[in-house]
Every structure is written in C-alpha cells, then in structure tokens.
C-alpha cells in the first residue's frame, strides 16, 4: 500500500483506542473521537469496523472488514486522545498521572454580550449550504467542521424553520473558502432551540486544521423517517440460547460474536466448532412513525451479497445491542447488519411497498415495520463471558450519528438486564427519544 489513510469510526471504542495508544508508545487512551473531530479524512480509508479485544500489540491484528473496504464518508474518521505519563528527572511517579483538567466550556449566548445570527449559504437550494453566523453587527464567518455532527445539524435546521438534518456536512463544497472562520469546536445536545445554547471553543480562539476543507455545513429537510423501537417487544421474547460454534459460522464472518469466539477458533483450529457460546436473543420491531419512508444511504448497486447467508446488505450497520455494568462500561455488545429492509407489517389502510425478496427494494414505509425475530443470525449479544449480575441493556436504530464517545441516543431502547448464567430477564424497558 505505501500511503497514508484513515481508520472510520465505525465500531470505534475504547478498545481499539487503547491498541493504537499502546502501539505509538503511549499510557493509555484518555477518550475516542467520532465524526473527524480533527478534521475530515483527506485520504482514503484503509479500515473499517475494527473489531478489538484491547490486547492486541498492532491494530492491524484486530478483525476488521479488509484493507481499503468500508462505506465511509469524509465526516466518519475515527480519532484518539492518549494519555502520556509524566515523567520527571528528580523521581519516579508513585501513582497513575491524571489527565489534564479542561477548562468548562461555555455557553455561546454566555461567552458573548452580542446576539449571535445564524444561516446557511451556498447551497443549491435554501435547505442546505455551509453554516454562517455573526455575533452582532460583525461580519459573517464560518464555523469549523471539526466534531461537527447531527447534534449541531439538528439545532440549525429547527432554529432556521427547515425541519430536520438530513446530514452534517465537513466540506467546502458549498464554499466559503475566502471567509474568516470564527466559532470552532461546537457541541450540542441536539435539543436546544438555537445554536447560541450550545457549547463552543472561547470566543477568538479558533482551532480548525484544514480550514479550506473543514468547514460546517448542513442538509435539511422539512420530512424524514422516525425509526421507534418496540420495548415491550423486546421484554417479552428476551431468553437465553446455547448453540455450538459449528451453527454459527455465518454469522462469524459478519463479526456477530464476541471477541472470544475467535480466540477458540484461533487457539484451537480443530475443534473450535464443537465449543458453545450462550447468547442472549430478543426480537426487534421497528416502527416508521416518521414523515417520510426510511431507505439505506447506500445506493442499490452497491449493496453487497452475503454468500453464506444468501442475501444482500444494504447497510453496514441497521442496530447496536449493548450490555453495559453498573458505570456505564459496555462488557458485550452486538449488532445487527441490515440484510433485510422491507414492510413485515403495516397499520390498517397502508399497503406494504419494501419486499427483499429477489434483490427487491428495501426500506420502511411510513406507519409499517420491520421485524426481526430472535431466531434470526446475529439478532443477539453474545454474553459467553459475562458474569452475573444486574446490567443495563441497550438497543440503538440506526446508530450512524456519533459525536465525541456518545452515540445518537434518540431512537432506542434502555432496559435493566438480570443475568443469573441460567436465566436472563429483561425489564424496565424504556424509549429514548430526542
């Protein structure tokens, strides 16, 4: 290969972080970073959705989708912040350095006795166009890509009257290059009425790498889909399943076990089929509840047929399924790759339209469903090493939006989960919404 690229931030947690620390030679990672926080890929991508156990000497030996095969846009580099121990000449340190203190960020509206005035320019339509904003009667300036997401996008869109964010955009595509940049480092909840609610980098200091290609800019669109996760769903056809590796090696090649699964296939070549992992199986209905039908990104001649399975993805990733300890650390996860969009069950007076069936369309109609069984491949967790005990159980649609190490919270399920190595009961189950 001989050239530089980008890891995309598919997949991306703390245990990849902690390889790619440990191999550039320092402590340990202090967070991981989502949609090119430090600015947007400017090269190709050489991996995605990497699969780590956090002990692995390079990040080469993690699983990952193959060199140079991914489905990522500019906007989707991964990134790390590693911690480095402070040594000094006079003694050794006696315990592990914290990290730096970051000073509190502020308030946009806080940080300026001016109002701030916001707009989208260049775009083809009104709808979309980089992001614009002047704080009294200055001039108009940029805001900086950099960790710009659909939480920023979200906050625009509404506050200008265009809807919702169809995307976050980091690009000069909408131009702006001859334009001063002067508001960087943008965070928002996504809930806030108006960009000068959320927070921000201090007045005057702008830090944005590659100016000429990182600029904010947004998508909107007055209709969109609205994925909502059955709950009760969920509690109800929630149970535990033992099943030898031999069934499930189909779903191996789709990384829908955990780490430990492929150590038994590496550690012992011969009758690694014959061990048992237990997984934790539910049934997921998704209903559309939005304005307008939901469809994969992908455009239909790039999906990807999946031998084993006999199918195509139209996605990379349609849900997450995680397991998380009492402080919030995630101890198993799961995913679910959308081989399989289509209409399974509608409201009265709606006529399904998606069907998979011979490379058929794929997609959710509005007020129809889409239902995927807990006896299907990879609509599980793999919790083979989980100890027992009590956990929070989460599951997202449609995770694509990430910022900072949070994912997009709206349209998912977070549930309590009593795990005895026996018996799984999930309960208190509740929907998420922005």
Not at 155 to 183: E, K, W
Request: hydrophobic share 35%; with cysteine.
């Amino acid at each position: 290969m001989g050239k530089w690229g980008s890891v995309c931030d598919d997949e991306w947690d703390m245990r990849e972080a902690t390889v790619i620390c440990r191999q550039l030679g320092y402590e340990r990672p202090y967070r991981v970073t989502h949609s090119s926080m430090f600015g947007p890929a400017r090269s190709r991508y050489w991996m995605d959705n990497l699969y780590c156990t956090g002990d692995e000497k390079n990040l080469s030996t993690c699983r990952f989708d193959g060199w140079g095969a991914n489905d990522c846009t500019s906007s989707e580099a991964a990134g790390v912040v590693c911690s480095s121990p402070e040594i000094t000449t006079t003694e050794e340190p006696r315990t592990t350095p914290k990290p730096p203190k970051k000073e509190p960020l502020l308030r946009i509206k806080d940080a300026t006795r001016h109002k701030m005035s916001v707009r989208i320019a260049g775009g083809r339509v009104p709808e979309e166009g980089r992001v614009e904003v002047k704080f009294g009667d200055s001039a108009w300036g940029l805001v900086c890509g950099d960790g710009w997401s659909i939480f920023e996008a979200m906050v625009v869109c509404r506050q200008l009257g265009f809807g919702y964010a169809n995307d976050a955009i980091q690009t000069d595509f909408f131009g702006g290059n001859a334009s001063s940049m002067v508001l960087s480092g943008v965070q928002c909840h996504g809930n806030e009425e108006f960009l000068s609610h959320c927070l921000h980098d201090k007045i005057g200091q702008i830090s944005c790498p590659g100016k000429r290609e990182n600029i904010a800019g947004v998508v909107c669109s007055s209709v969109m889909a609205d994925l909502v996760i059955d709950h009760l769903e969920i509690m109800r056809t929630a149970h535990l399943e033992d099943r030898q590796l031999y069934f499930l090696q189909c779903a191996m090649e789709e990384n829908c076990l955990a780490s430990g699964a492929y150590r038994l296939q590496s550690d012992n070549s011969v009758n690694w089929h014959l061990e048992t992992r237990r997984l934790l199986r539910f049934t997921a209905r998704i209903l559309n509840a939005g304005t307008a039908d939901f469809r994969p990104m992908i455009p239909k001649h790039l999906w990807e047929f999946h031998q084993c399975h006999m199918h195509y993805h139209s996605m990379e990733v349609f849900a997450t399924f995680d397991v998380m300890d009492s402080k919030g650390v995630r101890v198993a996860e799961g995913h679910k790759a959308s081989f399989c969009l289509e209409d399974n069950q509608c409201m009265p007076g709606v006529t399904p339209f998606y069907a998979c069936a011979n490379f058929g369309d794929q997609g959710i109609s509005v007020n129809c469903s889409d239902i995927y069984r807990h006896n299907i491949d990879c609509q599980w967790v793999d919790i083979s090493e989980l100890s027992p005990g009590m956990y929070t159980f989460k599951v997202s649609i449609n995770p694509e939006f990430k910022v900072a190490e949070m994912t997009y919270d709206n349209n998912a399920a977070v549930c309590s989960l009593y795990y005895t190595e026996s018996f799984a009961h999930i309960f208190n189950c509740s929907v998420q919404r922005p």
